[in-house]
């Protein structure tokens, strides 16, 4: 079967800076995939090139949704990418201060939603409908993500694991296929990546989502990922399953070696 | 701050204030007896109302800061309290209709002349709200689509003898027309560099209007505008007054009507996404551009409305009337009423277009004024007098 994110030779340039080196990764269906490295390793950046956000330098970007066919995301503006079946969440959390948790998650589904402007101002029952059930399925993602009692709260009230999970939350109204979390346990306690991991494995089981994660809480990625892709310095230098990754010599000298000194 | 600093700071911005004034408030030069003349009493007034404000400004601030801490949640406006009590909300807007209703019989015609103004200022502030509250776009040239409303009834009345209740719903479409147009070159920009080119552009279409000769008849304007009719039937000067007066209402009733709806609608929470944060709203799969370009649009069907009340009014109209002082004025109603707020817009500019009307003293350092309260809306106030609150969505607890 064909992956559903297939990225090839994906090179990036920031003048003279190569944050990104010809980078392959695949991910199958109904995976849950790692992206790990040092901190500007280029994950973030990777992201932003896969989401249309930055347009690679060279490279490919294809993608395989369930029961469609092969199409290219090259050059395509972020917002086609959402529509074609990719949502991401961010580092640094991107929520929108002026409007509360349900309507947060209301601009996911507008990629979904059909009415016009004149619709807007004439409200025929079409879109009263449409509209109803554009709230009443927020509401209900909301539910699902534990963040139903915050519904009318306005985002930027909401405590800090709240809100990387309203995060979330917005990127799964989009109603995509594969989901791109960056960094999404970082400055969370211990329950809340607790929480956090029984959320990515119900997401991967019962909404029909692949995951492509970016995280440094090396219990969760080892404990989650069915796949683990390595990069340093914009190359990939390894990939594998959690414990391949664990015995790779080279992972251990870039990256978990530092890490588990501290640990 | 203790107190003692903070009369330390107060003595010492006085003292500034007193030596930066010296030249102008105390220096007299006597130019028929060839003297200076030393006032100082005005020294010690300057010193004195300086000193006091500086204490005031330095209280209020304090106070500001205490009450963000103790209620953030409890900070929903008072109107906005009043209108979603439903015990108050009917008597309430009950008495602000019949206020409405009763003014041009009540009051002189003078006064109605003025509060058509002020209702007009009022369709312009909510559309230019949907520009710079909503979708945050800088809009610095938004007269440019006032004029073009204006100017589209004056013209197509002189040329064509077509009626106010025909050019109306024209320009609505005309002004939609000069959004698209002038809003697609320039929206690629962003913040500053957007203000600044809508300035330019709004400039653009005076300077235009101000030497096509042929086309708008240049400085001398466009005379002999005619007011609106009634199915036909013209008016005597006072009912034509009363008459527009009615007109201005239904539009401003219009207007938050479908301000209202499209504000909670799909598009409109796609404008405050953009506003909040550009490249989340992309993430989440709104297209940008084509948001921005609504919102600009939009924006501009109501000043064109506007406009042609405005020369329906004025009978009327030459270049003078669309500068960017007209501009600033809008947007001086957008900030200070409160950005994406449509209540505080309307409030902004009953305050800001009447009460210079009224105080013929201040009128003449309006912009001064207008300034002074911008910083102190600013400070102390930053979200306007009104802020926006955004709609409550009741859910009935579903069964499992
Ligand atoms: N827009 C940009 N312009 C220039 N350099 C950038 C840009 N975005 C990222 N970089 C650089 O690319 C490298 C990778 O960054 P990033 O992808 O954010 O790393 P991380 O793996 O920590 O997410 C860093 O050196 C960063 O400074
Ligand atoms: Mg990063």
Redesign the pocket.
Known sequence: MEPILNVTNLTMN??G?K?LDDVTIRLEKGQIAALI?P????????FNCITGI?EPTTGEVQITPPGKNTQSLKGLKPNYVTERGIARTF?NIRLFHGMTVLENVLIGRHCRLSSGIIKAMLQPPSQKKEEKKAVFDSYEILEKIGLAKYVNDMAVNLPYGAQRRLEIARALATDPFLLLLDEPAAGMNPQETKELDDLILWLRDNENVSILL?EHDMKLVMSLSDWIHVVDY?KKIAEGTPADIKANPDVIKAYLGEESDDA | MPIKNQIKQSLIIAFWFMILTFPIMVIKVNTIRHTIDFRWANFLWVGIVTFFASMIWNYFLRRNEEQKKTDIADDIPLIHKLLQNDRFRRPFLGLVAAFFIAYPFVFPMYHTSIMISALVYVMLGLGLNIVVGLAGLLDLGYVAFYAVGAYAYALLNLHFGLSFWVVLPMSAFLGTLFGVLLGYPVLRLRGDYLAIVTLGFGEIIRIVLENWDDFSNGPRGIGDIPAPSFFGHQFGQHDAMIYMYFIVIGLVLMTIFFVHRLEHSKIGRAWIALRDDEIACQAMGIDKFKTKLTAFALGATWAAMGGVVFAAKTSFINPMSFTIWESITILCVVVIGGMGSAIGVIAGALVLILLPEYLRAVAEYRMLVFGALQVIVMVFKPDGLIKSVRKVYTFKAREE
């Open positions: 920031f003048g800076l944050a490295g901190n500007g390793a280029g994950k973030t950046t990777f930055y580092q970016i914009g």
